[in-house]
């Protein structure tokens, strides 16, 4: 992780989406919490991990990476690049489901969707596993697994930042889990000291 002091050189554009990811409302099952980020993909990013808990039992897992560079990227088709995965236990029998790739996929366009977050060039796979035990293990019951990894570029103005997109995968892990959307009227809990409060920088390395 690079020294917090780097925050201040860090462009505008970044700093704001920083910081819009690291102080986000999130749902109360999500306990979120600032991450190291990859440093050679990007001359700026940012990372947050979360697991979601219900009932003291984590039920999911997930990260989520914001890329910036400032000079653009062709393949990302702007600036930023929001790169992500999503990963929750699934009954055994969803996994033999040939439409659950589909879904999967839709649990991401769709929060994004719902949540008004403008993006462009969005790319991703949906895995889904299974795993049965043999001989000393054949007590333990069989298990199943999907996962989401994408990545997308939200398109980014000044009198719209990265909060809709944040919610969108908040919305994303926790439905991958299982979970129902929030009852409406009923607000998301803003961050607390499991989010640090300053976005970094993370330099290329030669």
């Not at 704001?16 to 990007?42: F, G, M, Y």
């Not at 035990?133 to 994408?150: K, L, N, T, W, Y």
């Amino acid at each position: 992780m690079a020294a917090n002091s780097d925050a201040a050189a860090a462009p505008s554009p970044f700093q704001r989406a920083a910081h819009d990811l690291l102080h986000a409302s999130w749902r109360p099952e999500l306990l979120v919490e600032e991450i190291p980020a990859p440093q050679k993909i990007a001359p700026y990013a940012v990372a947050v991990s979360a697991d979601v808990l219900v009932g003291g039992d984590d039920v999911g897992t997930g990260r989520l990476v914001l890329l910036h560079d400032p000079a653009g990227n062709a393949a990302w088709q702007g600036t930023f690049r929001c790169v992500t995965f999503a990963r929750a236990e699934v009954d055994p029998e969803m996994v033999n489901d040939p439409l659950l790739a589909q879904v999967g996929w839709s649990w991401l366009i769709d929060a994004l969707a719902g949540h008004g977050a403008d993006y462009v060039a969005p790319s991703g796979t949906v895995t889904s596993v299974s795993s049965e035990s043999f001989g000393g293990m054949a007590d333990e019951q069989p298990s199943a697994e999907v996962e989401v990894r994408a990545s997308w570029t939200p398109v980014l103005t000044d009198g719209e930042g990265l909060a809709a997109h944040v919610q969108a995968w908040g919305e994303l892990l926790c439905t991958t889990a299982g979970l129902p959307p929030l009852p409406a009227g009923v607000v998301a809990i803003p961050a607390g000291r499991h989010a640090h409060k300053s976005p970094h920088r993370s330099p290329r390395r030669r």
